[in-house]
């Protein structure tokens, strides 16, 4: 299973407060990723998860991408957009959901990360201003999608969580330096 990082930006709770609405995948935002084998560019495109939207209550709202114990939640709507996956996921009433449910409200949780499984055949090779990218265009599955304090990805976000929330533009800034900079340290370990 892949995993992606991605970067929350506000944070509101709809309906009966336990319900988020995330900013799930960007779509043409390529970024340097490493699945083990070496750093590379990808991209999202607009219908890699076409037939995923069918069946959002197989998708597992987790923290940080931990698989032990049940999930906080399931997904109840994925919708592709023009330029983003969003989904709606409901988080059960527990200790372990009440707690993340405050610490999106907090501001401590911004980021949002997936684990999917990829389909091959739906990679396409493609070229930009800087350079080669792989351009996701199937995705098999998408098996969960991760509430984490660090992520990669800036332009996904939670779109709901608490009515007038903002990030705290200092930890919003801390979490960017620290990608940044993990991410400098990878292309040194793998000689770029």
């Not at 707690?99 to 493609?126: C, W």
């Not at 990669?152 to 533009?169: I, N």
Request: proline residues 6%; aromatic residues 6%.
């Amino acid at each position: 299973m892949l995993q992606r990082e991605f970067q929350l930006r506000d944070a509101e709770v709809v309906g009966d407060g336990r319900t988020v609405v995330l900013a799930c995948v960007p779509y043409d935002q390529p970024a340097w990723v490493d699945d083990g084998a070496g750093p590379y560019r990808e991209v999202f495109r607009r219908g890699a998860f076409r037939h995923v939207v069918r069946s959002p209550n197989r998708v597992e709202l987790r923290y940080a991408h931990r698989q032990s114990g049940m999930p906080y939640g399931f997904g109840v709507d994925l919708v592709e957009n023009l330029t983003q996956l969003e989904g709606r996921f409901r988080v059960a009433p527990s200790e372990q959901g009440d707690q993340v449910l405050a610490l999106v409200r907090d501001g401590q949780l911004n980021g949002v990360s997936i684990g999917y499984i990829n389909d091959p055949d739906g990679d396409l090779p493609d070229v930009d201003d800087s350079g080669p990218v792989t351009a996701r265009t199937r995705v098999k599955q998408l098996r969960e999608v991760s509430l984490t304090p660090a992520p990669t990805w800036q332009e996904a976000k939670v779109l709901a969580l608490r009515e007038g929330a903002q990030p705290d533009d200092a930890l919003l800034r801390v979490a960017q330096e620290r990608a940044r900079l993990e991410w400098i340290i990878a292309k040194a370990r793998a000689g770029m």
